[in-house]
């Protein structure tokens, strides 16, 4: 590292400071002490640093005011925290305020390394940009709505911490992309992004999947394998649908975040691990912990930074632009041109609620694509579902969703399509439930998965 970088050490202990002086010393960086805060103040004000780190207790006052302070005055310098042995607490506090990332006493060197090479690749200019995401995931961020605009000045602002975000929204908003892009924007680029469906891994897997095991440690264990809290060193882990994980494994999880090691399934001891952790779901976490199903403190330790993605329905001014791109990129992949919608086709579309979303949006264009006739898109090409009003025996009474129910007119002998509206339907809701898992839809609809391939191509949703 170049002998330009600079950090600011504050603690009020001198062992600590001589320990951070030499270590960041020989990452060849220049340092700058400070026993309490008026010093640190002093130093603020005439030096820029590319690093700070400051205890939590100061003679002269606490360490979360200097956070607060370098966040307002001096965003461009990452502040980390050092917390006593065990005061999560107080580490999530410091992350609350806008600091980088915490380490603990005794200080572990391999950690503080880590902490050090992430916080200066935040503020390296020449570091390596990121591939840009796939076409299919970059559409899903566009939109010039208030709502979009926000969200993505969000994840730039949380892109420049290391703190656990909880990412929270409707299924097929695009949490996924929310956190990859958290990822490609931030200090750990350059490092895995590695995401996880917690709903499916069987529960007496669990710990392995995420911890791995030595050879031998259980039946089947043949060789010794890392798990995903390994696969994401140096990099991001995300946990999606979170709140599916059982009770047993989120006191592991919550063990594993806060000490920063895992101890695999066989294992004698536990091992340091430099991961982020993001997660998300479309579940009412704060429900389901005031109902006992989920940990208290886990969801405070994943719930430093809360970022809510909006669903389609409250960003209707982006919805045109949204299918645009779409049909630009799904007729790009067919080697077509780009068929336009017709009038009534953008009126329909802005009528429908798209409970699925952005991801629903993105099925009913493919299966219209391939429906439609011609070098346009007409309302019927959509196959939207129709709800029908409720009658007067009904008024006041909760109603099924939108698209499970479909008008027929009897005169018209339809029964074949009418049906075939149902079935389509009741593919789309069960899709929907389970993030578009076609092994899990087949189960919950009681059919083989072949079966379910054969109508989804039946049907077009192919």
């Known amino acids: 590292m170049s002998q330009t970088r600079s950090a600011l050490i504050v603690d009020d202990e ?40 400051t205890d939590m207790r100061l003679p002269d006052g606490s360490g979360i005011e200097l956070v607060g302070e370098i966040s307002r005055n001096h965003p461009q310098t990452p502040v980390a925290m050092i917390t006593a042995f065990g005061s999560m607490d107080l580490a999530v506090e410091a992350l609350k305020a806008g600091a980088f990332d915490f380490v603990s006493k005794p200080v572990d060197i391999n950690v503080l390394r880590g902490l050090v090479r992430h916080a200066l690749e935040l503020n ?21 709505s208030p709502a979009m605009a926000t969200l993505r000045a969000t994840i730039a602002k949380v892109a420049r911490s290391q703190a656990p975000v909880y990412i929270l929204g409707e299924s097929g908003v695009g949490k996924e992309l929310v956190a990859r892009t958290i990822h490609e924007q931030g200090a750990r680029a350059a490092g895995p992004f590695v995401p996880v469906n917690c709903g499916a891994i069987p529960a007496e897997l669990m710990e392995s999947e995420f911890f791995g095991h030595r050879k031998g440690s259980f039946t089947g264990a043949h060789a010794d394998k890392p798990g995903l809290f390994q696969a994401a060193s140096g990099g991001t882990l995300f946990l999606d649908e979170v709140a599916e994980l059982p009770l047993p494994m989120q ?6 975040i806060q000490e920063k090691s895992v101890r695999a399934v066989g294992a004698a001891s536990e091992v340091a691990v430099d991961v982020r952790i ?21 969801y405070y330790r994943i719930n430093v930074i809360e970022l809510k993605v909006p669903p389609l329905r409250e960003r209707t001014g982006d919805l045109l632009q949204l299918a645009g791109s779409i049909l630009q990129r799904l007729s790009a992949g067919q080697g077509r041109a780009t068929p336009e919608l017709t009038a009534p086709a953008m009126a329909a579309l802005a009528a429908y609620p798209f409970p699925g979303n952005v991801r629903e949006l993105e099925n009913v264009l493919e299966r219209a694509l391939a429906l439609a006739d011609g070098d346009s898109i007409d309302a019927a090409d959509l196959h939207l579902p129709q709800a029908r009003a409720p009658g007067p025996a009904e008024a006041g009474t909760a109603q099924a969703p939108a698209e499970a129910v479909i008008d027929l007119d009897p005169g018209t002998g339809a029964l074949p399509s009418y049906i075939e509206q149902l079935e389509r339907a009741a593919i789309q809701k069960a899709l929907e439930e389970n993030r578009w898992n076609k092994t899990r839809t087949a189960a919950q609809l009681g059919i083989t998965f072949r079966a379910l391939r054969y109508k989804l191509k039946k049907l077009g949703m192919d």
């Not at 390296?124 to 010039?144: V, Y």
């Open 14 to 53: 001198r062992d600590i400071r001589e320990l951070l002086v030499l270590t960041l010393g020989r990452m060849g960086l220049r340092v700058d002490t400070a026993a309490n805060l008026a010093e640190a103040r002093e130093l603020l004000g005439r030096h820029s640093y590319d690093l700070c780190f």
């Open 124 to 144: 390296n200019a020449e570091r390596p940009k990121p591939p840009p995401p796939p076409p299919e995931q970059a559409s899903r961020l566009l939109g010039d």
């Open 251 to 256: 006191v592991k999880l919550l063990r594993a």
């Open 278 to 298: 993001l997660s998300a779901t479309h579940k009412d976490l704060a429900q389901l912990v005031a109902d006992g199903r989920f940990r208290h403190d886990l």
